[in-house]
C-alpha cells in the first residue's frame, strides 16, 4: 500500500507513486504517473554568451556572437569542406566562439543563426538569482523543453515549474526549487544537473496549452483520500512539500540517486498541499516580498552606496554581510543559512552570483548592479533572509510522515 511508507527497508520506495519515466514520456497514452512529459534545465554550454542581468547587453552579445559564428560558416563553405575530428578543430577559430559538439554540426551542416528578439527571456541561472537568457536551440547546446514550458516572456506568470537534482547527484541532499521561468541545468549545484516538471506544456504556437498532472494521478489522489475537491495544482504542490519533508530526503536519498523521485500518499494531505503552495510562492514570489529588517551600519567617512564594487562579504561569524565599503549589512539571523541548496545556503548563493566578475578567456564583463534600481541587491538579501526564515518554519512546520 502507497500509505505504508514508513516500514524499515528502502524497497517500499517503489511502491510510491513515480514522479515521471522516460517510457511515461514518450507514450502516445497517458502514463501511471504524476507528470507526463519532463525535461533537463537549459544548458548552454556558453553561459558568458547566453545569460546576462541585463537585456541589451545580452542582445549585444548574442548578435556579436552570431556575427563570428556565421563567419565561420561561410569560410566553411568555402574552404572547410572535408574537415572532419580533428582536422575540424584545426580549422575552426576558437578565438571568438565557443565551440561545442552540436554547434560544430550546426556549422558543418550550414546552419546560420539569425537573432531572434522573442527568444530573450527571464531565466533562473541559480537560486535567487536571475539573469536574461536567450533561449534557442542554437545557441544553447540543449534547451531540453524549456521553450515548451516558457513559450515566450509573456507567459512566464502563468506555468510553474519544480526542478529536482537529477539521478547520481552529487550533493550533500536532493535539490528542489520552484520556479516561473525557464531554469539552468544546474540550477542548484554547478556539478548536478536537474530535471524540470511543469504544470503546464505549451503548444508550438505558444498559445494553446495542456496540463501535464495527468487525469490518472487526480483519480488516484482523488480515491485514495476519498475527496473530489482535490485540484491538478494541489498536487502539484503536494508534491513539492513532500519533495522538501527532512524524513523523506533522508531516508530515500540513496533511491533518488538510482531513479527520479516516487511520491508516497501520506496522511495528511491538505496540511501538506497547503503548506507547500505557500512554500512555492515564497520561492517563487522572492522579489516582492518584504525584506527582512536588518541594521544598516554606514560608514560616516564614505558616501552610502548600494553598488557592490567586487563581492560582498559575510562577516566570520555570519552576522553581518558587507556589501561595499560604505554600508554593511547586520543583524542577520543564525537560522538563515538552515535554508540550503547544494552545498550553500541560499544567502550564499546570492552572494556568489551578485559580484561583478570577467572572464579571463573573452574578456565578458558581469556586472549584476542595476542603473535602473540601485538597491535591488541590498533588497534581494533581505528578501532571501525572509525566504530563508520562512522556509525553514513551513518545513518544520510539515507534520511527521
Not at 524499515?8 to 520506495?13: M, P, Q, R
Not at 514570489?285 to 536588518?294: F, H, T
Not at 564583463?365 to 541587491?377: G, K, M, T, W
Request: with cysteine; net charge neutral.
Amino acid at each position: 500500500m502507497p500509505g505504508k511508507w514508513l516500514s524499515t527497508g528502502a524497497n517500499d520506495f517503489n511502491e510510491f507513486i513515480p514522479l515521471a519515466t522516460k517510457m511515461g514520456r514518450a507514450a502516445a497514452s497517458e502514463p501511471e504517473t504524476i507528470f507526463k512529459a519532463y525535461s533537463p534545465g537549459v544548458s548552454t554550454a556558453r553561459d558568458d554568451v547566453a545569460y546576462a542581468y541585463d537585456r541589451t547587453i545580452l542582445a549585444d552579445r548574442v548578435q556579436a556572437f552570431f556575427n563570428n559564428y556565421n563567419a565561420e560558416v561561410d569560410r566553411y563553405k568555402r574552404r572547410g569542406k572535408g574537415a572532419k575530428g580533428q582536422a575540424l578543430d584545426e580549422f575552426l577559430d576558437y578565438s571568438e566562439v565557443k565551440w561545442s559538439r552540436d554547434l560544430k554540426q550546426d556549422l558543418t551542416r550550414g546552419r546560420d543563426a539569425k537573432f531572434d528578439e522573442t527568444c530573450l527571456r527571464t531565466g533562473l541561472y541559480r537560486p535567487f538569482a536571475k539573469r536574461f537568457l536567450y533561449l534557442a536551440d542554437l545557441l544553447n547546446d540543449s534547451p531540453g523543453m524549456s521553450g515548451s514550458f516558457f513559450p515566450n516572456q509573456g507567459h512566464e506568470s502563468d506555468n510553474r515549474v519544480i526542478s529536482t537534482s537529477d539521478i547520481a547527484y552529487r550533493s550533500p541532499h536532493i535539490n528542489v526549487l520552484a520556479s516561473k521561468c525557464a531554469t539552468d541545468l544546474h540550477v542548484c549545484a554547478s556539478v548536478d544537473g536537474h530535471q524540470c516538471f511543469p504544470y503546464f506544456i505549451y503548444e508550438s504556437d505558444g498559445k494553446a496549452r495542456h496540463e501535464n498532472i495527468t487525469n490518472w494521478a487526480l483519480e488516484r489522489f482523488r480515491n485514495h483520500y476519498k475527496d473530489k475537491k482535490i485540484t491538478k495544482w494541489d498536487i502539484f504542490y503536494y508534491v513539492y512539500g513532500v519533495l522538501h519533508h527532512p524524513e523523506y530526503r533522508a531516508k530515500y536519498a540513496e533511491n533518488m540517486k538510482r531513479e527520479l523521485p516516487r511520491i508516497p500518499l501520506v496522511k495528511d494531505f491538505r496540511v501538506f498541499a497547503t503548506a507547500a503552495k505557500e512554500l512555492a510562492n515564497l520561492h517563487i514570489e522572492y522579489e516582492s516580498l518584504e525584506p527582512y529588517k536588518l541594521r544598516y551600519l554606514e560608514n560616516k567617512d564614505l558616501p552610502l552606496s548600494y553598488r557592490v564594487e567586487d563581492k560582498m562579504r559575510l562577516a566570520k561569524d555570519h552576522s553581518s554581510l558587507k556589501v561595499n565599503d560604505s554600508l554593511t549589512l547586520g543583524g542577520i539571523p543564525p537560522e538563515t543559512f538552515d535554508y540550503r541548496l547544494g552545498n550553500r545556503s541560499a544567502l550564499e548563493w546570492v552572494i556568489d552570483q551578485y559580484q561583478v566578475t570577467e572572464d579571463k578567456h573573452t574578456g565578458i564583463r558581469s556586472d549584476p548592479n542595476r542603473a535602473d534600481d540601485p538597491e535591488y541587491i541590498v533588497r534581494l538579501v533581505a528578501q532571501v533572509i525572509r525566504v530563508s526564515l520562512e522556509t525553514v518554519k513551513l518545513v518544520k512546520s510539515l507534520p511527521a510522515l
